[in-house]
């Protein structure tokens, strides 16, 4: 499975790319104007940091503004990935933007119809909200499923499920059990996927007996 961060923080991301772990990476409207930068800069730092796919979403609602905001962002580097949501515009923008060969992450996907249809426009990449969808009492974990189970069927869908809105370690293994291509997970969640307790406890017993040993390499 691969793995993107969902920031927008370009030090964290530095951070966190140093093993060359991180194989992308997911930005929003919310992420990016946290920042306090322009977003155009932000944007182009990252893209230079990751070489793999960066979203970057439109936040134009109707058809031609989202396709004019998409050429802007496409412009900024040549790893951007053009989101946009799961509206009738938005899939509509999909289609045409993929027929142009360029590639789209369809976000805010909450149902398995939503992704068929986001599949059907070509999109490169289904985001579901998965933590989203538990806030509300569903399943998100079960969403993530279900598309994968509906994709299988047809060998002329290429789209790829990208776990998004990961709230926990939880999450990221439920997700890579199912085959999930990618997970987008928040610069927190993505500490956490390395450590455990007995790690450090088992390394600190090595070296001390080392120590105690008096050898060295
Ligand atoms: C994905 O691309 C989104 O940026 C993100 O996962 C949303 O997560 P949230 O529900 O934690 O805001």
Same mark, same amino acid.
């Given at each position: ?5 969902? !920031? !927008?923080?370009?030090? %964290?991301?530095?951070?966190? =790319? $140093? ?8 930005? &929003? ?7 306090? =930068?322009?977003? @155009? &800069?932000?944007?182009?730092? /990252?893209? @230079? ?21 998409? #050429? ?10 053009? @989101? ?40 490169? *990449? ?11 009492? #569903?399943?998100?974990? #079960?969403? /993530?499923?279900?598309?994968?189970? /509906? *994709?299988?069927? *047809? ?9 998004? +809105?990961?709230?926990?370690? %939880? ?19 993505? @500490?956490?996927? *390395? $450590?455990? +307790? ?9 070296? +001390?007996?080392?120590? $105690? ?5």
């Amino acid at each position: 499975m691969e793995i993107f961060l969902d !920031s !927008s923080d370009i030090n %964290e991301i530095k951070l966190l =790319n $140093k093993a060359n772990l991180v194989d992308g990476i997911t930005t &929003n409207p919310s992420l990016l104007s946290k920042s306090g =930068n322009d977003f @155009k &800069n932000v944007l182009k730092d /990252i893209c @230079k940091e990751v070489s793999g796919p960066v979203s970057a979403e439109v936040t134009a609602t109707d058809l031609p503004g989202m396709l004019k905001e998409a #050429e802007i962002l496409k412009k900024i580097a040549k790893n951007i990935i053009i @989101k946009v949501p799961l509206t009738w515009n938005g899939l509509q923008a999909c289609e045409i933007l993929s027929k142009k060969k360029t590639k789209v992450n369809v976000t805010l996907c909450f149902s398995p119809t939503q992704a068929l249809l986001a599949a059907k426009a070509g999109a490169s *990449y289904i985001s579901p909200f998965i933590g989203r969808l538990d806030d509300i009492g #569903e399943n998100g974990v #079960e969403l /993530i499923q279900e598309i994968k189970s /509906i *994709y299988k069927n *047809y060998k002329n869908i290429n789209t790829k499920i990208l776990a998004a +809105s990961i709230r926990s370690v %939880e999450h990221v293994i439920k997700v890579a059990k199912i085959g999930a291509d990618v997970a987008t997970i928040p610069t927190k969640i993505f @500490k956490e996927l *390395y $450590k455990h +307790s007995l790690t450090d406890k088992g390394l600190e017993s090595f070296l +001390s007996d080392w120590k $105690k040993s008096g050898m060295q390499i």
